[in-house]
C-alpha cells in the first residue's frame, strides 16, 4: 500500500490503465516552482510580472536573465512561455494604452502588439535567446487571439526568431468554435478556461455574484472545451488546460475524457489531480466526459461524475 501511495504522489500523471496526462504548473516566476517537488513541466508561464510598475519595457538583457532562471531550473522538461498578456486593466504605462470603457474587451493580450509590435518583438528574442541557452523544451503562446489570422501572424513571429514551438490560448469563444482553422498555423492550443468562461458567458470573471455563470461545469463550456479537443485529436495536436477548471480533480477527469492532453495548474494543486487520475481508466474518462456533455446544468454534469 506504501508503494501504492507513492507511486500516485510522484511521476508523471496518467490514468490508471497508463493513458498520459501531462501535469503541469502555472508560475508566474521562478519564486513559484517549489523546491525539491518534481513537475513534469511548466504549462503556463505568466510573464507579466516582469513588466509591472515600470516606465519603460524590461530590457532584452533582463528579460533573457528571468526566463533563463526558468528554464535552468526545469533541464529537458517543457516550459510554456506566454507572451505579455496586459491591457488596459493592468496598466502599463509604457505602452500608452488609451482609456477603455470595457478593458476586457479592449487592447489586451496580443493585441497589444498591433500598435506596439516591438513589445513582443523584443520578448520573443529574449525568450529565444534564453531558449538558446538551456536544455528546456521551450514552447511559445500568445493569450487573447480571437481568430486564425491572428494566430498564423503570431506562429510566423516566433518563426522567424527561431522560436520552433508556437502555439495560442483559447480564451475566446470565436477562436474555440473555429478550434481547427486555428490549429492549421500553430502546434498546439492551451485553452485559458478563466477568459474563455468569462467571454463565453459575458461575466466578469472577478464578478463573484455572477460565480454560477463561471462555473466551468456549464454545459456550454464544456461544449467549446469539446469543441477544441476534437480539433487537436483530427489535427494530431497537443491541446491542454491551463486555467483553475484543471485543478479540480472531478473536472480533469473528464477534460481527459474530451481529449485534452496535459494540465497545468498551480504547483499545490498537482497532487490531488495526478491521484484522481491514477484511481480512474482512460475508458472511465470518456464515459465521464460523454455524461457531462449531456448534460443541461452545472449540478447533472457534476453527479454524471460524482453520482
Ligand atoms: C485563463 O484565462 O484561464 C488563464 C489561464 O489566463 P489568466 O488567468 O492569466 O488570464
Ligand atoms: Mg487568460
Redesign the pocket.
Known sequence: ALLDRRSASAGPGATADGHPVALLANIGSARDLPAGVDVEGVG?F?TELLYLDRTEPPSFEEQVAAYQQVFAALPGRKVVVRTL?AGADKPLPFLRLADEPNPALGIRGLRVARATPAVLDTQLSAIAAAAAASTADVWVMAPMVATAAEAAAFAASCRDHGLRTAGVMI?VPAAALRAGTVLRDVDFLSI????LSQYTFAADRMCGDLADLLDPWQPALISLIAACATAGREAGKPVGV??ESAADPDFALVLVGLGITSLSMAARSIPAVREALAAHTHDECVQFAKAALAADTPTAARAAVRP
Request: contains cysteine; charged residues 40%.
Open positions: 503556463l505568466r498578456d480564451e485559458g478556461t478563466n477568459d491551463c486555467g
